[in-house]
C-alpha cells in the first residue's frame, strides 16, 4: 500500500520543516547563580526526518527539546513549530497547539494504570473531543504490534509493550513532529531496538518527523542525522550516522569538555 507523504495530510501550511530554532537562548538565575543553558541556537528539523540530539551531560539536549516542544518558555530568540510562532502564542493557544500538532515520548512510559492499551492510546483524542480515525488507528496499532493487547492494561504489559502503547499514542493524532526525551532509557536493549525500529518505521512508512533526546551512539544510529549540542551551544552535524561514528564523536566532545 502506498503511503501520502505526511505534508499532504496536514491541513497546516508547510516550510519544509516541522520546527525550527533560531538564536535560542535560556537563561537560569542571574548574578553570580546565572546559568546558560542554551546559547544562540539555531537549528531546524526538517518534516519527514529522524532526528537524534545528543551531546555531554549538561549540554542543554532536554532543554532544547523542551523549548523546541513549546514545554519551556525561552530567554530570547525564536521557536516555529511549521509557520506558527510559538511567542505570539497565549497559554490556551500553546495548549491546542501541544495537544493537536506536537506528540511526546518520555522516558517513563506516563501510561494511565486503570486505561487499557487502547484507551490509553486514544486518550489525547479523548481529550480533545474527537474521534479516532479508524483506518489510522489501525495503521498505526499494527505497525507498533499491539493489536492482540490493546485490552490489557499497563500492568499487564512488559516495558517495551507499554513504551509501544506510548509510542502509538504520540502517532495517532498524526502530530506535526514527534519529541522524545531518552524514550529508550528504561528499556533492555532488544525492547529498545523494537521501539527505535517503529520510530524509525514512522518516518520512512507514516512521513512522521521524529526528533530524540538520547546520550545512546546506538540509538542515535537509527536517525537520519545526529546534531551535537556542548555547554549549550550547536556545535556538530551528522548525516547517515552510525553508532560507531557517532560514539567517536562523543569522545571528542566529551574530552573538549574535560580539558576546557
Not at 561514528?245 to 574530552?255: E, F, P
Request: with cysteine; hydrophobic share 40%; net charge neutral.
Amino acid at each position: 500500500m502506498t503511503t501520502a507523504p505526511f505534508d499532504a495530510l496536514a491541513p497546516h501550511p508547510t516550510t519544509g520543516f516541522a520546527a525550527a530554532t533560531s538564536d535560542l537562548s535560556k537563561v537560569h538565575g542571574s548574578g553570580d547563580t546565572r546559568v546558560v543553558a542554551l546559547d544562540r541556537v539555531s537549528v531546524s528539523f526538517r518534516e519527514g526526518e529522524f532526528t537524534a540530539i545528543m551531546g555531554p551531560s549538561g549540554c542543554g539536549k532536554s532543554t532544547l527539546m523542551h523549548c523546541a516542544a513549546g514545554l519551556d518558555s525561552v530567554s530570547s530568540g525564536s521557536v516555529r513549530i511549521g509557520t506558527t510562532e510559538l511567542s505570539t502564542l497565549g497559554d490556551r493557544q500553546l495548549t491546542e497547539l501541544r495537544r493537536d500538532r506536537i506528540g511526546f515520548i518520555f522516558q517513563a512510559f506516563n501510561l494511565l494504570p486503570t486505561l487499557t492499551a487502547l484507551e490509553n492510546i486514544t486518550l489525547p483524542l479523548s481529550i480533545a473531543g474527537r474521534r479516532p480515525d479508524q483506518q489510522w488507528l489501525d495503521r498505526v496499532v499494527s505497525m507498533v504490534g499491539l493489536s492482540q493487547r490493546l485490552g490489557h492494561r499497563p500492568g499487564q504489559l512488559s516495558g517495551g509493550q507499554q513504551q509501544r502503547v506510548a509510542v502509538a499514542r504520540a502517532l495517532v493524532s498524526r502530530p506535526s513532529i514527534i519529541f522524545g526525551d531518552e524514550p529508550t532509557g528504561n528499556l533492555d536493549s532488544r525492547a529498545g531496538a523494537e521501539v527505535l525500529g517503529f520510530l524509525r518505521d514512522s518516518v520512512r512508512e507514516l512521513g512522521q518527523t521524529v526528533v530524540m533526546v538520547t546520550h545512546d551512539p546506538v540509538a542515535a544510529g537509527y536517525a537520519d542525522r545526529v546534531v551535537f549540542l556542548s555547554d549549550g551551544r550547536l556545535v556538530d552535524e551528522m548525516s547517515r550516522p552510525t553508532p560507531d561514528r557517532v560514539l567517536d564523536r562523543m569522545k571528542a566532545l566529551d574530552s573538549r569538555v574535560r580539558t576546557s
